[in-house]
């Protein structure tokens, strides 16, 4: 990806989780990256083509810093699926400016589909890899249990970590206790995996 249109997608987002999707305007987002309005144009053609990528880019960036490179120094929590599933659900809660930005930007993005249908093949796309990642680290840790239960506490536990989310980000729960209750509700649904397996 180039500099610019790095730049412009990293502009994207914050203009996004400052303003709200309605709040998004081409002429902001040059200012913002410090590029034109022309290429932004060139990059992405419309406003819909901005937010497209931006949603793209928002996905991409938290698997970064939910991803096992981002645990500088430590045995690889690949190798303990149990360790990677409370790792990429755990990091969404972190009170740094670049997960609190991505995830009000994601929840913006999402609150935007009620609306506008737009984006929704794309958030219905990105939260089924979402919902099948989180799975696949359940059956990996409950390998007895049904695939159906595992993908019904797949949808839960990502539901939940989206409402806790915006929970936090708006203010009525603290960023330690949002951690607490999903931590709590993946030892529910590993358990409860646990006691259906065959």
């Not at 990105?126 to 990996?140: I, K, N, Q, R």
Request: include cysteine; hydrophobic fraction near 45%.
């Amino acid at each position: 990806m180039s500099d610019r249109r790095r730049a412009i997608l990293e502009g994207a987002a914050r203009v996004i989780a400052r303003r709200g999707v309605r709040g998004l305007r081409v002429t902001d987002l040059a200012a913002e990256a410090g590029v034109s309005t022309a290429l932004i144009y060139y990059h992405f053609k419309d406003r819909t083509g901005i937010l497209r990528h931006a949603l793209a880019f928002i996905g991409d960036r938290a698997d970064r810093y939910t991803g096992a490179a981002g645990e500088a120094g430590a045995a690889s929590p690949a190798a303990d699926p149990r360790r990677l599933l409370d790792r990429i659900l755990l990091l969404e809660f972190q009170d740094l400016p670049e997960v609190r930005e991505n995830s009000t930007a994601w929840g913006e993005l999402r609150a935007h589909a009620i609306f506008d249908p737009e984006l929704r093949e794309e958030l219905t796309a990105a939260g089924a890899a979402w919902v099948e990642e989180v799975a696949g680290l359940l059956a990996a840790v409950c390998p007895a249990a049904p695939g159906t239960a595992v993908d019904a506490a797949a949808e839960r536990l990502t539901a939940l970590l989206e409402g806790l989310s915006g929970r936090w980000l708006s203010g009525l729960l603290p960023v330690g206790h949002a951690r607490d209750l999903m931590r709590g509700a993946l030892g529910v649904e590993i358990g409860r995996l646990g006691s259906l397996a065959t």
